[in-house]
């Protein structure tokens, strides 16, 4: 019975290993998750910049003709 018993408890602690295990994988992911939506917000940022620096090239070298 007390064998049974630790077997039972042996178990039990193997899972609420494989319970934190998942957790901190699940933390890790949301962390990267977090990072990468980051990481992409600041590509659209310079994005832009090239963008605006295009325009501003464009409209100082090749001026619209004023009709």
């Known amino acids: ?3 049974k018993h ?3 408890s042996y178990q ?3 899972f609420s290993i494989q319970h934190s295990a998942f957790s901190i994988q699940h933390s ?3 962390y990267q998750l977090s990072v990468i939506s980051y990481q992409l917000s600041v590509i ?3 994005l832009s910049v090239i963008i605006y620096q295009l325009k501003r090239y464009a409209n100082s070298h090749w001026p619209k003709a004023h009709g």
């Open 28 to 30: 890790a992911f949301s």
């Open 1 to 3: 019975m007390a064998l």
């Open 44 to 46: 659209s940022y310079q």
């Open 12 to 14: 039990l602690s193997a």
């Open 6 to 8: 630790s077997a039972i």
